[in-house]
């Protein structure tokens, strides 16, 4: 019977030891909070009692790296590394008006930027240019990447008539979409010069003998006429001055110009 009560009271005594610590906290483990502050968004990581810290702000933009130069001329060319031009083949969908699925196909706000970031024209720049599809859709052009490329406001007009003038080709059977789209695709100028406005071809009649002194040559390096009120050549895409409409002139990389209404008076190729 004593020896009940001594092991009552030997248990009694445990438990109340136990409460006691249950109570201060001795021999506790303390459970993970893993709604705390830390574990939730302050970018901390509690591993082993040693915090580490972790990236929560998003990454930079790599800086864009131009792939080539921006054309500076209405008679420029695109990098044929970055811009080859690309189409389909199907007459039936540009002839005789294109389909509306090829007039569907024009690029982003998104996908223009990346054009003018490839060759490296600034925003500030840009209202100069137009973004063009190399290979027209009036000749089934692609609306890939590898098809649009920035073009000057003056020399997009004349490729204009250009296109026109290889659609209605194509659709009269006088030359082969392939052909056409082959033309633009190479050199767009010189096709333009081919199907559009030949270049001037100087006379073979000699010329008379001079009686009178020749008129003073212009003073700018390349010949060009008239002048701008700065004393500047003029370039396609300009725009004309009130007592200049309807002259023809000069441009400043020597191409023949004239000063016609087309949708302002402006300077464009003869």
Not at 122 to 146: C, F, K, M, T
Not at 211 to 217: F, L
Request: proline residues 9%; aromatic residues 6%.
């Amino acid at each position: 019977m004593k020896k009940q009560n001594k092991l009552g009271r030997a248990v009694a005594t445990f438990v109340m030891l136990a409460i006691i610590g249950l109570a201060t906290g001795c021999g506790a483990a303390t459970p993970t909070d893993n709604t705390s502050p830390i574990a939730s968004g302050s970018g901390l990581a509690s591993a082993g009692g040693s915090p580490t810290f972790t990236a929560t702000s998003a990454p930079r933009p790599a800086t864009v790296v131009a792939k080539a130069k921006p054309p500076s001329r209405w008679k420029s060319t695109p990098a044929r590394s970055v811009t080859p031009g690309t189409g389909g083949l199907s007459v039936a969908a540009i002839c005789p008006n294109v389909s509306a699925a090829l007039e569907e196909r024009r690029p982003s706000t998104a996908v223009k930027d990346e054009v003018y970031d490839e060759y490296g024209i600034a925003a500030g720049q840009r209202y100069r240019y137009r973004i063009d599809h190399l290979v027209p859709l009036e000749l089934d052009g692609s609306n890939s990447i590898r098809n649009l490329w920035p073009q000057l406001i003056g020399a997009s007009r004349a490729k204009d008539r250009l296109e026109d003038t290889l659609h209605s080709m194509v659709c009269a059977g006088k030359i082969t979409l392939a052909t056409a789209q082959n033309a633009i695709r190479t050199n767009w100028v010189r096709a333009y010069h081919r199907y559009v406005s030949p270049p001037a071809v100087p006379s073979a009649a000699p010329a008379p003998p001079q009686t009178t002194a020749p008129a003073a040559a212009p003073t700018t390096p390349s010949g060009c006429h008239p002048l701008t009120n700065g004393g500047n050549c003029y370039e396609p895409g300009e725009y004309c001055r009130n007592s200049d409409h309807g002259m023809s002139g000069v441009a400043g990389d020597g191409e023949r110009i004239i000063c016609e209404n087309n949708n302002g008076w402006r300077w464009e190729p003869a």
